[in-house]
């Protein structure tokens, strides 16, 4: 039960001030099942070129806050900090979101029960299969299209979605899906948009954000 933040702004901005407030606030951030966001974190920004870049780390985020200076200035930024829900799970460095794929950047948080996919779908994690399906839209629709496919299609292949909150980055376009049926003060999304557009799954001091409303699709 994971918490990210995604950003854009149509200049280059410095992250570092964004990335404390983000994991400060994680470090409160409390699961309800009592997880704390410990097993790593990852982020990823675009560079001059257009080009994902990213640095991932198995440190809970918060101690590993000399790694943020190191990130350039950006228009665009992908943090995800991971409670790994299978013990099993932790220690995998590659299972550390944010995903990449050309131009698309890709975070998750949720949780998702009785799973049954009607065809293959790659992916060790439940996240990795979500990024899988997610990519397959995107490859001939709009990021909110997309995001709305893969909505339809874990409805109708599980038994019960306690969240699905998906985030997705490509060139000047962030967008998120908020959906969730328990827990609402830890799955809502929340957002900002102004001279730089953030779309987050915790509060963070110092933004003014408002919720994205369960079920909603949003897109700057």
């Avoid at 918490?3 to 990335?19: D, E, G, N, V």
């Avoid at 969240?163 to 929340?190: E, M, P, R, W």
Wanted: proline residues 4%; charged residues 20%.
């Amino acid at each position: 039960m994971c918490r990210f933040l995604i950003a854009s702004s149509k200049k280059q901005f410095t992250p570092q001030r964004l990335l404390e407030t983000f994991a400060s606030s994680c470090e409160k951030a409390i699961a309800p099942n009592g997880d704390l966001q410990e097993d790593g974190w990852g982020v990823a920004w675009l560079d001059k070129k257009n080009k994902w870049q990213s640095k991932k780390s198995l440190q809970p985020i918060w101690k590993d806050n000399d790694t943020f200076s190191t990130i350039p200035e950006t228009k665009m930024l992908a943090v995800h900090a991971r409670s790994a829900t299978f013990p099993k799970e932790k220690g995998n460095i590659s299972y550390n979101q944010p995903y990449i794929a050309g131009k698309y950047c890709f975070v998750f948080n949720g949780a998702i029960r009785g799973v049954k996919l009607n065809r293959p779908v790659p992916g060790d994690t439940g996240a990795q299969k979500i990024w899988s399906l997610l990519q397959e839209n995107l490859q001939k629709n709009t990021a909110a299209k997309s995001l709305e496919n893969v909505k339809n299609y874990l409805e109708e292949h599980s038994e019960e979605i306690i969240a699905l909150n998906i985030g997705v980055a490509a060139n000047d376009t962030i967008a998120a899906l908020c959906k969730f049926s328990k827990h609402k003060n830890y799955y809502t999304l929340k957002y900002e948009s102004n001279s730089l557009s953030i779309i987050s799954s915790v509060q963070i001091r110092g933004y003014s954000f408002n919720n994205i409303l369960n079920n909603e699709i949003i897109t700057f």
